[in-house]
């Protein structure tokens, strides 16, 4: 996975996600790119929605349908310019299926960021 965050100042976080799943996901058996766009809200414990597609050969198109991503986590300073960024995701098809998480379809991962 690789992460890119704008931090225009004080709460409101803009991040872009790519995620290569060399066993396919989402459907797929065939290796698959995913990128996710989110909207992230808070300063350490934040929370976010974020949208995404699926690319892969396993896919009718190439490509999957839309999906919806809920994020909640926590940023933490651990050295000058460096950043750890522990969270939770949970997957939708739509966006109205967010609302009702089932804990065994979350996803929990860590992120290593370095500000230039």
Same mark, same amino acid.
């Given at each position: ?8 100042? *004080? #709460? ?10 060399? @066993? &396919? /996901?989402?459907?797929? +058996? ?13 300063? *350490? #414990? ?10 892969? @050969? &396993? /896919?009718?198109?190439? +490509? ?14 651990? #050295? ?37």
């Amino acid at each position: 996975m690789g992460t890119y965050q704008y931090d225009p100042a *004080g #709460l409101f976080k803009l991040q872009l996600d790519l995620e290569y799943s060399p @066993d &396919g /996901f989402g459907g797929s +058996r065939e290796p698959s790119l995913s990128p996710v766009a989110f909207v992230l809200l808070g300063s *350490g #414990l934040y929370g976010g929605v974020g949208v995404g597609i699926s690319f892969s @050969d &396993g /896919f009718v198109d190439n +490509r999957s349908d839309p999906f919806w991503v809920a994020r909640l986590g926590f940023d933490l300073l651990i #050295l000058p310019k460096t950043r750890l960024d522990l969270h939770a995701d949970y997957r939708a098809r739509a966006f109205d299926e967010l609302d009702n998480v089932k804990t065994d379809g979350i996803t929990l991962g860590v992120a290593v960021r370095f500000r230039l």
